[in-house]
Each structure stands twice: as C-alpha cells, then as structure tokens.
C-alpha cells in the first residue's frame, strides 16, 4: 500500500513544558547506553500534552480521540545519534495505551489526563497519578501566525526529534523513527503547577519550565527495531 505509514497519528492542540534539571542526575535515571543531551549547559525533561484526534494503522482507524501527556527528554544514542527516551506516557484511552505499550514499547502509565476549557481562550490540563495531582497547565496560546523552530535552536534541540530509543526484552536496545514536518510553534501565557517529576522519580527542576504551544500536525511511527539495524 504505497504511501500508507503502518502507524499515523493525527495531533491537536499540543503544549510543550519544558524543564531544566542537572545532566549528571538526569544520566543516572536513563538507560546506560544513552546520554541525556544538553542545551544552554543544562539538560530538559518535556512534558507534552495534547490530544490525538486519530490514530490509524495501515489507512484504518484503530480508536477514538483521546488526550495523551508524555514525559520525556532529548537523548544522544551510542554513536551520538539524537533521540527521544520516553519516561512515561498517559492516556484516558486503555486502546492506545496497550497499543503505545506493546507496538512502540513505550511506557505506559495508569493515570488520569483530562482537558477542560478554562474561560474564553484558555485551555486546563491536568494529570492524576496514584490520585494525587502531578501537573496542572493553564495554557492560553499566542493569536497569530506559528513559526518552525530554527535549526540547533533550543527549541529545536527540546522539540524536533526523528527516532525514539527504548528497551525491549532482556535490555535489547531498540529505536523507532518518528516521520512529520517541523513543529508549527506558537508561544502565549501559561501558568504551571507540577510535581510530575517527582511523581516519576526524575530530579527536580533548576528553572522555570518554558512552554510551547502547537496546533498539531500529523506523525508517521515505525515499531522500534534492534538499534544495531539503525
């Protein structure tokens, strides 16, 4: 089937929180053979909230829209390689989270991600975990046009990321490619209240989170393989 991605995910109305932490403490929470990239001295945990409006495989649809919130950070691989590890991803959907777990073997986490409006122009995310609230994003996007980030940009380096390392069974090292034009990025005002690192195990922030806002774009996923195949 030319032209059909054995896995596309049609995103909207995306935000971006990014934080600061120490890479020496950040390397120690990452697989061994993975190094936490930095950027202005510092190395960044993202959290990224946004709803999937279609998931599909081969051209079917495989599940209603659901929101999604993944915890992240921008990695080099063995041989320098830039790359994405996932520390945790939620989502309200039990479909696309087994989906997420057992074809992309990302991991997936029992929480609560839930979107509400907040007034005229602004948007209340929030994440429950073990029924204590970990993240709450008041997020009210910049009106206007949205700009792709600038090559080696920090905001490239936090958001623009083509392959995605994990582990398989018995610590196989796998990377899956992510496919999609740049990131549409706006910025706007936001107010953030979050203990998710925490939650996770991750070291705590050394700066106020910077914060992107999307209104989405589609992204063709292929299942990670061997990292020695890449």
Known sequence: MPGVRPLSITVEDGCFCHWPVQADALDRELP?????????????????????RRVTTFGRDVTTPAEWLTVRTPV??????????????????????????HS????????????TPDGESRTRRTLTVDGKRALCLRET??????STAPPDSLAAVLVERRRYFTTGALGTRLVGSVGHDGWPLTRGESEVESSVLSALGLP???????????????????????????
């Open 76 to 101: 080099r691989g063995p041989t320098g390689q830039r790359g994405v590890h996932f520390f945790a991803v939620f989502v309200d959907d039990e479909t696309v989270g087994t989906l997420a777990k």
């Open 204 to 230: 705590g922030p050394i700066g106020k989170p910077l914060v992107h806002y999307t209104p989405g774009t589609e992204l063709g996923l292929a299942p990670p393989r061997p990292l020695w195949l890449d």
């Open 104 to 115: 992309l073997r990302l991991p997936y986490r029992a929480g609560r991600v839930e979107r």
């Open 32 to 52: 061994p053979w993975l190094t936490a990239e930095t950027a202005d001295g510092d190395a960044w945990v993202t959290a990224v909230a946004h709803t999937v």
């Open 141 to 146: 996007p910049a009106d206007g046009e949205t």
